[in-house]
């Protein structure tokens, strides 16, 4: 049966199969402790089979993390489409389904933003993922500023500050210091706040 399961692994399915069970090993026993050995151990591979596509813990790591990005892009670009076309609403639903992923995938999203990040300018495909899921957000604020909606500014500094709100609200629910309970209250919340946003990026520069 080991043997079995080892070929179908030869077709395709080991790397996404030890990425699966280093995410469910983060999330019984943390980031530090975890190794190759270990993951493929839960596999049920031989200690040297995760080599065949990972060259070392940090490389399966930003595999996961990278995982992440595309997983986050895709949640973000879904709720863009099913939101009324107007730039407004699609910001606001992008920004909800951001913290929603947060919420849903707590294991992944700490790996891409937490203390243990990994080299972007090593791994290409991981930053490549990372700049792809932030350019929903840019492709959307441009959006607004071709239809005179939101103001003139710099598109990547606007992005930004979108995100910064997103990303301070998921951190801050993962951590339970939003103090503001899940389900319909998050999501009046959500939207009060994104009109907030929405606001401020189609508001007067104001000079400081």
Not at 19 to 40: F, K, N, P, T, W
Not at 133 to 149: D, H, K, N, Y
Request: aromatic share 8%.
């Amino acid at each position: 049966m080991a043997l079995a399961t080892r070929n179908t692994y030869h077709h395709g399915d080991l790397r996404q199969s030890l990425i699966d069970a280093a995410i469910a090993l983060i999330g019984e026993e943390g980031i530090d402790d975890l190794s190759l050995r270990q993951v493929a151990r839960r596999v049920g591979v031989s200690h040297n089979a995760p080599y065949r596509h990972f060259e070392d813990k940090e490389a399966l790591l930003a595999a996961v993390a990278e995982q992440g990005f595309q997983s986050l892009r895709t949640t973000m670009e879904t709720a863009r489409q099913a939101a009324p076309s107007d730039p407004s609403h699609r910001l606001e639903a992008i920004g909800i389904a951001y913290v929603n992923f947060a919420l849903a995938n707590p294991l992944h999203y700490r790996l891409m933003f937490g203390d243990y990040r990994c080299n972007f300018s090593k791994y290409t495909a991981l930053a490549e993922a990372s700049r792809q899921a932030f350019m929903v957000l840019v492709s959307t604020i441009q959006e607004g500023q071709t239809a005179g909606i939101f103001r003139a500014a710099d598109t990547i500094d606007m992005a930004r500050v979108a995100w910064s709100l997103v990303h301070g609200q998921s951190t801050l629910a993962l951590d339970n210091k939003l103090q503001v309970g899940r389900g319909e209250e998050l999501e009046a919340f959500l939207r009060f706040s994104s009109q907030m946003l929405i606001n401020g990026l189609a508001g007067m520069i104001c000079n400081v």
